[in-house]
């Protein structure tokens, strides 16, 4: 968990509160957006946002117009506040009513897998979440289905796009700087090549690592190769290749919340610090015997 906010109901409309908590900066801070010199609690939550944090929320008239020329609501006993199996996998019902019917087949009906989607299609599945948050919404993003297009959903805005990846924030939007990537154009890769949507795996570098050399063996290995033994290569491709970056859109404290990156590429700056901290650690430990 990166962090947490927080939201009220006012009648049937939703509002996010001022304050969120960071988890790597073990802090309070402004929610996004936020000005720290007066409370603000009128920030109305849309479907745009809970197509995102949720699995669904049927949208009706917000009934409390002060706030908004064209308010939003949402029938409390309609939403699904988890992440659910069908937001990946599509509706379930009859996948459940065979499978239950019939507990010896083992090979999945009536359900979207996938394994069965094309490349385009399995990003599309990711990105409905993780391209942005200021595109031009379509139509609520918790009705895409495996399969989907994107376009039909949301309107990407320029700034969002893969080839202007240096103004995109690492927080929201991995689809576009993964796409930038490489290791993505000059593959068939796709976000579950090292994403399993099934387990956490937050923080586990050493299982991310696993993933960057099952492509990069001896025949496009890393240049610090003669620099750093075996061992300590599989320990930091991501520190090098995906470093934490600041984000301009979540701020805690005086600087960004640290996401890393999905624009793979050459970092020098962070293979000096990972070889830096190597050779302090070494050299501690030889000072230790």
Not at 105 to 132: D, P, W
Not at 149 to 167: C, Q, W
Not at 213 to 228: F, G, R, W, Y
Not at 269 to 279: D, G, P, R, T, Y
Request: glycine share 4%; net charge positive.
């Amino acid at each position: 968990m990166k962090g947490q906010s927080y939201a009220y109901w006012y009648a049937n409309e939703l509002f996010q509160l001022p304050i969120s908590y960071v988890a790597n900066a073990h802090q309070w801070i402004n929610s996004p957006g936020y000005q720290s010199n007066e409370p603000d609690y009128e920030r109305m939550i849309t479907s745009q946002c809970l197509g995102c944090h949720m699995s669904f929320a049927k949208s009706q008239k917000g009934v409390l117009p002060i706030f908004s020329s064209n308010p939003e609501g949402f029938a409390k006993d309609s939403i699904i506040y988890p992440i659910d199996c069908e937001r990946c996998h599509g509706p379930a019902a009859e996948h459940v009513k065979f499978q239950t019917e019939n507990p010896a087949v083992k090979e999945a009906r009536n359900i979207a897998t996938y394994k069965s989607l094309t490349r385009e299609q399995k990003v599309n599945m990711c990105a409905v979440c993780h391209s942005g948050a200021n595109n031009v919404m379509i139509k609520a993003t918790y009705l895409f289905k495996p399969g989907d297009t994107l376009d039909k959903f949301m309107r990407i805005v320029p700034s969002n796009l893969s080839a202007n990846y240096k103004s995109i924030d690492v927080h929201g939007d991995q689809t576009a700087l993964l796409q930038s990537s490489k290791c993505y154009i000059n593959s068939s890769m796709s976000c579950a090549s090292c994403h399993d949507t099934h387990q956490t795996q937050r923080d586990n570098t050493l299982l991310f690592a696993s993933k960057c050399l099952t492509c990069h063996t001896t025949s496009n290995k890393c240049k610090l190769t003669n620099q750093l033994n075996s061992s300590q290569l599989s320990q930091n491709c991501i520190s090098c290749h995906m470093p934490s970056v600041s984000s301009k859109l979540i701020i805690a404290g005086t600087s960004g919340a640290l996401v890393h990156t999905h624009h793979i590429t050459v970092y020098p700056e962070e293979a000096q610090k990972v070889l830096n901290w190597l050779k302090f650690n070494n050299t501690k430990r030889l000072t230790a015997h």
